[in-house]
């Protein structure tokens, strides 16, 4: 007789079908030419990216495309020291908020080149693309994020945006 | 940058691997299924339930009294699938059944695969059909599916 049954595997999955929806499709379009395409809002002049097509503060569709620059500023971070079941990057790896210039909103991006103990808000940094021949509709289009060497963004330029 | 329109989609999966603990009620009900036998619990008033809860549904008062049921018993309700889908349980056409053991006054909810849904009916009487006992686990799928008693579906 074996032991009672004290567990039960309960597996959720999920299988769907994503469509971005035309303003991210853009963003994503501008990943598979190694661009970052952000949209501005008519009314406040934001710039998100990736957008969602209108403006969150002002409920206004946005249909100003604005292409944006590799570099961008560290906001926040994440240093992740804890395996989990599907990781794919070595750990201690740094996960990163990342400000784009002249961007209204940051995103998140790995960060590498840099030890963990030198991260901090303020970095600046700049993306290194895949090979262009790997370029797709996909941020893994950006291989990763490194230091530029640039002295640190002060606080201020992107306190907004934490 | 051109003013081109471009639509993309894609096929994701989200999957979340969870274990979860069963508690001692559903845990002898999976630990009867996994031995190849199908258990309840005695409610207020002497009512079997199966599956088994840890609380009586009507009266809220905790269960304890685990009782061997079945294994046979009798379809009280089912409806037909002519054409499964991907997840469910059997690939062939097949009925969900509500299958009220022996000893039971609850019903229990399971797969009677069939050529025909004028092989199925209400009141006909159907036992399990297990898995082979060393790929039982201690699951629902444990019981592959219901089969008539004393006869071929």
Same mark, same amino acid.
């Given at each position: ?62 249909? =100003? ?24 990057? =070595? ?72 | ?33 996994? +031995?190849?036998?199908?258990?309840? @619990? ?6 079997? @339930? ?5 609380? +009586?549904?009507?009266?809220?008062? /905790? ?38 053991? +022996? ?5 229990? $909810?399971?797969? $009677?695969?069939?050529? +025909? ?11 399990? /059909?297990? @898995? ?10 444990? @019981? ?10």
């Amino acid at each position: 007789m074996s032991e009672p049954v004290t567990m039960m595997a309960a597996p959720m999955h999920l299988d769907f079908l994503f469509t971005p929806g035309v303003a991210q499709s853009k963003f994503l379009h501008g990943l598979e030419q190694g661009k970052f395409i952000g949209q501005r809002c008519p009314k406040c002049h934001k710039v998100y990216v990736p957008s969602r097509g209108s403006c969150p503060t002002d409920g206004v569709p946005c249909d =100003e495309q604005v292409e944006l620059g590799n570099r961008g500023t560290v906001t926040t971070y994440c240093v992740v020291n804890v395996p989990f079941a599907g990781q794919s990057i =070595e750990i201690p790896y740094i996960c990163g908020q990342i400000l784009l210039d002249g961007a209204n909103l940051s995103f998140m991006g790995l960060i590498q080149e840099i030890p963990t103990a030198d991260i901090r808000m303020g970095l600046r940094v700049e993306a290194v693309w895949v090979d262009e021949a790997d370029w797709g509709p996909t941020l893994a289009s950006v291989k990763y994020f490194r230091p530029t060497g640039e002295p640190d963004a002060e606080f201020d330029t992107y306190k907004e945006y934490l | 940058m051109a003013d081109e329109e471009v639509h993309y989609s894609a096929d994701h999966v989200l999957e979340y691997p969870y274990v979860r603990s069963v508690g001692p009620v559903i845990g002898a009900f999976l630990t009867g299924l996994r +031995d190849g036998k199908v258990v309840g @619990i005695k409610g207020t008033g002497g009512k079997v @339930i199966v599956p088994p809860t840890e609380y +009586d549904p009507e009266t809220g008062e /905790e269960t304890t009294d685990i009782v061997d049921v079945g294994p046979e018993g009798t379809v009280t309700s089912w409806s037909w699938v002519p054409k499964p889908l991907r997840k469910h349980p059997l690939q062939t056409p097949f009925a969900w059944v509500l299958v009220k053991f +022996d000893g039971a006054d609850t019903s229990f $909810l399971h797969v $009677l695969p069939a050529a +025909d849904p004028s092989a199925v009916s209400t009141g006909m009487r159907v036992r399990p /059909e297990f @898995i082979a006992e060393a790929d039982r686990v201690g699951h629902v799928n444990d @019981i592959r599916h219901f089969v008539a008693v004393g006869g071929a579906v």
